[in-house]
């Protein structure tokens, strides 16, 4: 059924995030190296449709993947987000296990239980992509943790391993511009497409029916953007050669990637049918302060 919230809690955290970095390097590849406005504009817009990679149907038909890999936003969240939403707040498909059992995987029918041993694994990879330089993976783990959806489970909170949410704390102090690793190895885009866009219409001043432009707003638009193209062109390009040896393991979970980003955060129809409701919740509250420690 593919990765599962058992099969999460199952998996070292350090391979989750191996692999969504090495997963990323080989989406950052196929991109330009010198991003447009234009490219960065159409990143954040619903109909985006990216053209760093490529999935078949069953019956041999291309399909390309419709979420922009390195931005997300309250209107438009990072497929990754949505995938963690998706585990936390979808119903169980199966028994779920306990990490901290590690001699014997005794089942727990608490779904509290549960949602504890999601965040918690969630926020163990989430940390390990911020400190290995992974923002794209770890801001779009932040943005579903530090959602109200999910930070208001203070059942869950409280049970979640204590060393996973001095982590989200952690993050939640730092604030929305600090906390990223000091060398980034892949970049984030977060909303930036749209507040350049919002910037550049704000820009438009019409008077006596001429259209003209407001310099200080262009400026702030401009500035938006080099700070952007500035982060993405600095991240490397060269995949290590240590990668090429990927076990089995991490080939599959690369595949899965593939899959869970070629479809927006779900795969099968329990996730298609839990997804709207899941979204439905993240855009009515909208990213919130995370509960108070």
């Given at each position: 059924e593919g990765l599962t919230k058992d099969v999460l809690i199952r998996l070292h955290p350090?391979?989750?995030?191996n692999s969504l970095l090495l997963f990323n390097r080989e989406l950052l590849s196929t991109l330009p190296e010198n991003p447009?406005?234009?490219?960065?504009?159409?990143?954040?817009?619903?109909?985006?449709?990216?053209?760093?990679?490529?999935t078949h149907e069953p019956h041999g038909e291309s399909k390309h993947a419709s979420p922009s890999p390195f931005f997300g936003s309250?209107?438009?969240?990072?497929?990754?987000?949505?995938?963690?939403l998706l585990h936390i707040l979808g119903p169980d498909t199966s028994a779920s296990f306990s990490t901290r059992a590690r001699d014997d995987y005794a089942p727990q029918t608490s779904r509290?239980?549960?949602?504890?041993?999601?965040?918690?694994?969630w926020a163990r990879i989430g940390e390990l992509s911020r400190v290995s330089g992974d923002e794209c993976s770890w801001r779009a783990i932040r943005a579903a943790l530090c959602s109200r959806p999910v930070a208001r489970l203070d059942k869950a909170w409280r049970r979640a391993d204590p060393a996973a949410l001095a982590f989200v704390e952690n993050w939640v102090a730092q604030g929305e511009t600090h906390g990223a690793a000091e060398r980034q190895?892949?970049?984030?885009?977060?909303?930036?497409?749209?507040?350049?866009?919002a910037t550049l219409e704000r820009a438009k001043v019409n008077e006596d029916g001429a259209a003209e432009w407001a310099v200080n707003k262009l400026k702030e638009a401009r500035d938006e953007f080099e700070r952007f193209r500035t982060s993405f062109s600095l991240c490397p390009r060269k995949v290590d050669p240590a990668d090429e040896e990927k076990g089995e393991e991490m080939t599959t979970l690369l595949h899965q990637w593939k899959e869970l980003y070629s479809t927006g955060g779900g795969i099968g129809s329990i996730a298609s049918q839990f997804q709207q409701y899941v979204l439905f919740l993240f855009h009515s509250?909208?990213?919130?302060?995370h509960r108070s420690v």
């Open positions: 350090a391979l989750v995030s447009t406005v234009e490219f960065v504009i159409l990143s954040n817009a619903p109909s985006s449709k990216s053209p760093a990679i490529e309250d209107d438009q969240p990072h497929w990754l987000t949505k995938l963690v509290t239980h549960t949602r504890a041993e999601v965040i918690s694994a190895a892949i970049p984030w885009g977060g909303d930036t497409g749209e507040r350049i866009k509250l909208r990213l919130g302060a």
